[in-house]
């Protein structure tokens, strides 16, 4: 164990004893809260038929109704608030793209929390107040900027608060003021370092780790990261609704997601019945914090699927780890009855050389889904001899078949194709009318 590794060892080393007490007394302050603040939590522990006073135990989340996406969409935008606006220091948003938009609250006691829980992510991926912290996620709304801003901030480092896009500048600002630890999306980080490889300028970057998320990507994609951009590439996960990054993020042990159990009460269930899950199976992750005061969330259904780990970890910390997302239940694509996740398409794209810059265009054609999937060469691969991209088609589309259990149609593009994206990909395009 290196003590050096940690923001806050009496914490994220803390005992399972410890942990739960601290669970414990955060669940029954936050049900009280929430009831007692906000009429929407009201009325849906009422209609559950629980109370406050009945949750007097962990083991008692289970009595406790689900919070889901629609709910916050139906009580947009003031109906989960549980302090007065004048407590209220700041809000965040989601993008809005798959309805209306979620509003998150945050009082200064809420954004304290969420800055430790950023720094603790940093100081995991080897970060120390010497580091110069690169921040390309989005700011404004989306929270990715501000969480890793925040982070950064209190662990003392030098915040270069850089937002997306712009890769001209942002790789002149990595080189002159010698950037070391490198945040954003992991198709951004991606795009980054293709960019310095092709510009020769891999031995003017300083860069030791980066720290990704926001979006899925695969083991094969940070593998790629990490060869052009010479960095430990470190996962971090996190939502707007409760917080934003730093819910959970990656020691250097790198075998899932240290979750922050002093903040939130994580559950795996069963997404079609909702019935919770032992530890190692698969299922969908469910959230409860405990120490929000703005914006509280009681049982919420992340939508994202993922298994969890009580196991102990080498690096030391106690807190539980949860696996990459698999897909998200509602980003699963339904193809002819077959549930596939483009992280599924993209490892079988790597693991047969091409680059994770792809698109997949889902159609209906008599009746009959359709998944054509465009794929972009490696400048290597690429041949103007129509006979080998044809076999190199009909050999990705064997291997697809054979990982996702149905036929697709793939089209081998010329390389720098596909349009770059400089903040979250967009891998999908969905032209089906249902």
Same mark, same amino acid.
């Given at each position: 164990?290196?003590?050096e590794? =940690?923001?806050?060892?009496?914490?994220?080393?803390?005992?399972?004893?410890?942990?739960?007490?601290?669970?414990?007394?955060?669940?029954?302050?936050?049900?009280?809260?929430?009831?007692?603040?906000?009429?929407?939590?009201?009325?849906?522990?009422?209609?559950?038929?629980?109370?406050?006073?009945?949750?007097?135990?962990?083991?008692?989340?289970?009595?406790?109704?689900?919070?889901?996406?629609?709910?916050?969409?139906?009580?947009?935008?003031?109906?989960?608030?549980?302090?007065?606006?004048?407590?209220?220091?700041?809000?965040?948003?989601?993008? *809005?793209?798959?309805?209306r938009?979620?509003?998150?609250?945050?009082?200064?006691?809420?954004?304290?929390?969420? /800055?430790?829980?950023?720094?603790?992510?940093?100081?995991?991926?080897?970060?120390?107040?010497?580091?110069?912290?690169? &921040?390309?996620?989005g700011?404004?709304?989306?929270?990715?900027?501000?969480?890793?801003?925040?982070?950064s901030?209190?662990?003392?480092?030098?915040?270069?608060?850089?937002?997306?896009?712009?890769?001209?500048?942002?790789?002149?600002?990595?080189?002159?003021?010698?950037?070391?630890?490198?945040?954003?999306?992991?198709? =951004?980080?991606?795009?980054?370092?293709?960019?310095?490889?092709?510009?020769?300028l891999?031995?003017?970057? @300083?860069? @030791?780790?980066?720290?990704?998320?926001?979006?899925?990507?695969?083991?094969?994609?940070?593998?790629?990261?990490?060869?052009?951009?010479?960095?430990?590439? =470190?996962?971090?996960?996190?939502?707007?609704?409760?917080?934003?990054?730093?819910?959970?993020?990656?020691c250097?042990?790198?075998? *899932?997601?240290?979750?922050?159990?002093?903040?939130?009460?994580?559950?795996?269930? /069963?997404?079609?019945?909702?019935?919770?899950?032992?530890?190692?199976?698969?299922?969908?992750?469910?959230?409860?914090?405990?120490?929000?005061?703005?914006f509280?969330m009681?049982?919420?259904?992340?939508?994202?699927?993922? &298994?969890?780990?009580?196991?102990?970890?080498?690096? %030391?910390?106690?807190?539980?780890?949860?696996?990459?997302?698999?897909?998200?239940?509602?980003?699963m694509?339904?193809?002819?009855?077959?549930?596939?996740?483009?992280?599924?398409?993209?490892?079988?794209?790597?693991?047969h050389?091409?680059?994770?810059?792809?698109?997949?265009?889902?159609?209906?054609?008599?009746?009959?889904?359709?998944?054509?999937?465009?794929?972009?060469?490696?400048?290597?691969?690429?041949?103007?001899?129509?006979?080998?991209?044809?076999?190199?088609?009909?050999?990705?589309?064997?291997?697809?078949?054979?990982?996702?259990?149905? =036929?697709?149609?793939?089209?081998?593009?010329?390389?720098?194709?596909?349009?770059?994206?400089? %903040? @979250?990909?967009?891998?999908?395009i969905?032209?089906? @009318?249902?």
């Amino acid at each position: 164990m290196h003590k050096e590794n =940690y923001y806050q060892p009496e914490i994220e080393c803390a005992s399972r004893e410890q942990i739960t007490k601290w669970q414990t007394e955060g669940l029954i302050r936050t049900v009280r809260h929430a009831y007692e603040n906000s009429a929407y939590y009201r009325k849906k522990m009422d209609d559950h038929g629980v109370k406050p006073e009945d949750i007097k135990s962990l083991a008692d989340i289970t009595k406790l109704p689900f919070i889901c996406k629609d709910d916050l969409r139906e009580a947009y935008p003031y109906g989960l608030l549980c302090m007065p606006l004048h407590d209220c220091v700041r809000i965040q948003s989601t993008s *809005g793209t798959t309805g209306r938009r979620v509003i998150a609250f945050y009082t200064q006691h809420d954004i304290d929390i969420w /800055d430790e829980t950023c720094a603790r992510a940093i100081v995991a991926a080897g970060g120390t107040q010497d580091d110069v912290v690169q &921040v390309c996620y989005g700011y404004g709304l989306f929270t990715g900027g501000p969480g890793l801003n925040g982070g950064s901030h209190k662990l003392g480092s030098l915040t270069l608060p850089m937002s997306s896009g712009s890769t001209d500048r942002q790789i002149q600002f990595m080189q002159d003021l010698g950037s070391t630890i490198l945040c954003c999306t992991p198709s =951004y980080a991606a795009y980054i370092g293709e960019t310095i490889v092709e510009r020769g300028l891999q031995d003017t970057i @300083k860069l @030791k780790a980066g720290i990704f998320g926001a979006e899925a990507w695969s083991e094969e994609m940070r593998r790629d990261i990490e060869k052009n951009l010479r960095i430990k590439a =470190y996962d971090i996960y996190g939502l707007t609704e409760l917080e934003g990054p730093g819910v959970s993020y990656e020691c250097s042990d790198q075998h *899932g997601m240290h979750i922050c159990e002093d903040q939130f009460i994580p559950e795996i269930i /069963d997404p079609v019945t909702g019935e919770v899950l032992p530890d190692g199976e698969k299922g969908e992750l469910v959230f409860t914090s405990l120490n929000k005061q703005a914006f509280p969330m009681v049982r919420y259904r992340t939508r994202d699927i993922c &298994v969890l780990s009580h196991e102990k970890c080498p690096c %030391g910390r106690t807190h539980v780890r949860m696996s990459k997302p698999m897909g998200r239940s509602d980003d699963m694509l339904i193809i002819k009855g077959v549930n596939v996740f483009p992280s599924q398409v993209e490892t079988v794209l790597i693991e047969h050389g091409y680059s994770p810059n792809y698109q997949l265009v889902v159609d209906r054609v008599n009746n009959s889904d359709t998944l054509d999937i465009n794929v972009e060469m490696n400048p290597d691969m690429f041949s103007d001899n129509l006979g080998e991209i044809t076999a190199r088609e009909k050999e990705l589309v064997n291997a697809l078949k054979g990982f996702l259990g149905i =036929y697709t149609r793939v089209h081998l593009v010329e390389p720098k194709s596909i349009p770059r994206s400089e %903040g @979250k990909a967009v891998r999908l395009i969905d032209k089906r @009318k249902i």
